[in-house]
């Protein structure tokens, strides 16, 4: 049995990652850091060395139909960025706060 702590980490942890499969074998564990979303101020030539490196770690991945699966299985909304299942992923924005309006009255 599970102890829960007091502020409900686990139970958030739990929730986030219960439909996440158990991918036994798969060629990018410890290489988080290939699979991250690109970001703004990361240099081109970086970003796409980096890139390149996970898509073609994923191509030798063992668990790579079960990774593609998953996250086919998942709504586009709740899909991670980054390298995943050899494809790049954008990282995406959600909706964020409404634009003011101008005050147009002189």
Same mark, same amino acid.
């Given at each position: 049995m599970s %102890?829960? /702590?007091? /502020?409900g980490t686990f139970q958030l942890l739990a929730r986030v990652l219960a439909d996440t499969p158990r991918l /036994? &074998? *798969?060629a990018c564990a410890g290489r988080g850091d290939l699979f991250d979303p690109i970001e703004p101020d990361e240099a081109p030539d970086d970003a796409e060395y980096r890139t390149t490196a996970a898509a073609r770690l994923c191509r030798t991945c063992p668990a790579l139909v079960d990774c593609a699966q998953w996250v086919d299985s998942l709504p586009a909304a709740r899909r991670? *960025? &980054?390298?995943? *299942?050899? %494809?790049r992923a954008p990282r995406t924005r959600g909706p964020g706060r409404p634009k003011k309006k101008e005050n147009t009255a002189a």
């Open positions: %102890r829960l /702590d007091a /502020d /036994d &074998g *798969a991670p *960025a &980054g390298t995943i *299942a050899g %494809r």
